[in-house]
């Protein structure tokens, strides 16, 4: 099995390196972006030095869709109370295709291609790890780490793996819309283990909340739950950022990105195969086939299909990126549990497309019945406006309960809730969901 997985991973490497004109397009957009950058810096006699960090830095790039350059502009610490996002912007003012990314603090994103962001962040240079204002000014020093630690080009690789491994099963990101491995994450856990495959192993064995220290800087476990932060202890694994002990590099990944993540380590382990490396696309039109099919004679739903399809687009006004990310999965989840109400949920799916939108599919079969509770024997005045509402209801343990028949489609569901939900649609932030017909 070992030498089929190492056979695997050998074609895998040879897929994973960004093609050629890609390269060109990255290195000659940065170029002429940081030749631009100092000049500017040098005219306007600002004390920052600018370096390029994330995975271009690293090394670690793998083949994507769309490519983020992490450029980072290291203001002087005298610089510390002016507000150094206003300085960046000062800085980039007059730059094309420039747009502001608001968070703890604001970033700068100049779209070059459709293909390449360069993301702009402006930080504190600091000398002591505790000088740090912003998890953003620790960046210089995980640059600095990985770069020490990869110390050969089969590392090197062995990361680019397991960053493919992850970005096939949507779990590649700190993004809240992701909740996934971070790149530095996967470089720290990959220069941990040493390989992809050892990697792989490990994390399957994880039943429980799991610490890594790669620097032993606690004691042993419990000095680690006792020492950081409650806020920061959520995650499946708590892995000690070596640059700076106080920080979980994996505070972002969610249990049910992990379990996700876990899930296909089994799969590939079990039955290794190349496809575990390619994003598996939502074939929705062989969904929609599975949903027009018709009962079997004996399924007692008299020729009724057995499950309904449903796409949906919502979309929001909010920042793109993370932002709006977060905001369209957070909705999604919401309606989801509304659908749960009256439906069976066969299948769901969210993707989200980077922008301010995002399209939903649900897979449903109708309940035909549900139990509503309804209030205590003793509440004479609104057991009679339960009755007036609902016609078939019971008595059971001193409460009132109605029997209420489902015969309704899942389209007729949604158009009905988002008419009469338009305060609590717009109150999360969502300006518009729609029905798909294709």
């Not at 009256?342 to 497309?353: A, L």
Request: net charge positive; aromatic share 10%; proline share 2%.
């Amino acid at each position: 099995m070992t030498k089929k997985i190492n056979s695997i991973l050998t074609e895998v490497l040879e897929k994973i390196e960004p093609p050629k004109k890609d390269w060109e397009i990255i290195e000659k957009s940065l170029k002429e972006f940081l030749e631009k950058l100092n000049k500017k810096i040098k005219k306007l006699k600002i004390n920052v030095e600018v370096f390029v960090g994330g995975s271009f830095a690293k090394k670690t790039m793998i083949q994507k869709d769309e490519y983020d350059i992490d450029i980072f502009m290291r203001f002087d610490k005298q610089y510390k109370n002016q507000g150094i996002s206003k300085l960046a912007w000062k800085i980039l003012k007059g730059f094309s295709n420039i747009s502001v990314i608001h968070g703890s603090r604001d970033y700068f994103k100049i779209k070059v291609t459709p293909k390449l962001d360069l993301e702009i962040i402006p930080v504190i240079k600091i000398k002591n790890i505790k000088e740090f204002e912003n998890i953003t000014d620790l960046s210089y020093s995980h640059v600095k780490y990985i770069n020490k630690k990869i110390k050969s080009k089969e590392l090197l690789n062995e990361i680019r793996i397991a960053k493919l491994f992850c970005h096939a099963h949507r779990c590649y990101g700190a993004e809240s819309y992701i909740n996934g491995f971070s790149g530095y994450s996967l470089e720290l856990l990959i220069c941990h283990y040493k390989s992809f495959l050892k990697f792989v192993k490990e994390m399957v064995k994880i039943k429980e909340k799991a610490v890594i220290d790669i620097e032993k800087h606690h004691k042993n476990k419990q000095r680690v739950l006792m020492d950081l932060n409650s806020s920061k202890l959520n995650s499946p694994i708590i892995l000690i950022d070596p640059t700076y002990k106080q920080r979980n590099a994996l505070a972002a990944l969610s249990k049910e990105t992990f379990e996700r993540f876990q899930k296909q380590c089994k799969k590939f382990l079990k039955n290794p195969s190349i496809k575990s490396f390619e994003i598996e696309k939502t074939d929705l039109e062989k969904i929609k086939r599975m949903c027009t099919a018709q009962c079997t004679p004996n399924c007692g739903m008299k020729g009724q299909r057995k499950y309904e399809f449903i796409l949906l687009e919502a979309k929001t006004q909010k920042q793109e990126g993370d932002i709006a990310g977060s905001k369209l999965l957070k909705f999604h989840k919401h309606l989801a549990k509304e659908i749960e109400r009256f439906f069976d949920i066969k299948k769901k799916g969210f993707n989200y497309n980077r922008k301010k939108s995002a399209r939903y599919f649900f897979v449903v079969k109708n309940k035909k019945e549900i139990i509503l509770e309804g209030p205590n024997l003793n509440d004479k005045k609104n057991i009679m406006m339960f009755k007036k509402k609902h016609k078939n209801t019971f008595e059971k343990k001193k409460r009132i309960y109605a029997k209420e028949k489902i015969n309704f489609t899942i389209e007729k569901f949604i158009v009905d809730w988002d008419s009469k939900n338009k305060r609590k649609v717009k109150e999360m932030n969502i300006t518009e969901l729609r029905i798909i017909r294709n």
